[in-house]
T-cell receptor
């Protein structure tokens, strides 16, 4: 099976702009979660989608949003970018009845 | 409030010796724990997990121990190999939510 894919892999944006990141889960996985990784902060949970519904949400401002499509692909959007949004954004998918998540390679976002 | 803590940012071990990575948690609702390994420029890879009904789980060279009363888990790698050099994250979940809280990671360096 193909793994989790994320596009784009690298992105440079300017403060105030918005960005959309994409994630394609492993075939058959209906759960998709997003994480932000910054140096010294580990992986911070953003949100989880399951069957097109947001099931869990982390402690991030409303500028961070997401959605999931009927084919389980997911997008994450960040509006009004700030310098502090520079990070590695990771997507993970999970089989319905399992706990283990499978991560994509991430999208490295740099905000200048 | 960091609910999952990895207090050692880095660890160096000689090849062939045991590596012990530690993780502490504060939320008594957590009942499922996972360890991930991360190489640079890649997403985390699932290593091993343990449910709170067990106190030990073994998979090849990797063993995870859980001490519920101390809210502490550890990952043992025996014998350590240079290819094990990576950042290791522990994660905890309340099984009812499938929401994962990650530690900040420990960078393991196995010296040849």
């Amino acid at each position: 099976k193909a793994g989790v894919t994320q596009t784009p892999r690298y992105l440079i944006k300017t403060r105030g702009q918005q960005v959309t990141l994409s994630c394609s889960p492993i075939s058959g996985h209906r759960s998709v979660s997003w994480y932000q990784q910054t140096p010294g902060q580990g992986l911070q949970f953003l949100f989880e989608y399951f069957s097109e519904t947001q099931r869990n949400k982390g402690n991030f401002p409303g500028r961070f949003s997401g959605r999931q499509f009927s084919n389980s692909r997911s997008e994450m959007n960040v509006s009004t970018l700030e310098l502090g949004d520079s990070a590695l954004y990771l997507c993970a998918s999970r089989p319905t009845s399992a706990y283990e998540q499978y991560f994509g390679p991430g999208t490295r976002l740099t905000v200048t | 409030d960091q609910q999952v803590k990895q207090n050692s940012p880095s660890l160096s071990v000689q090849e062939g010796r045991i590596s012990i990575l530690n993780c502490d948690y504060t939320n008594s609702m957590f009942d499922y724990f996972l360890w991930y390994k991360k190489y640079p420029a890649e997403g985390p890879t699932f290593l091993i997990s343990i449910s709170s009904i067990k106190d030990k789980n073994e998979d090849g060279r990797f063993t995870v121990f859980l001490n519920k009363s101390a809210k502490h888990l550890s990952l043992h790698i025996v014998p350590s190999q240079p290819g094990d050099s990576a950042v290791y994250f522990c994660a905890a979940s309340d099984s009812g939510t499938y929401k994962y809280i990650f530690g900040t990671g420990t960078r393991l360096k196995v010296l040849a």
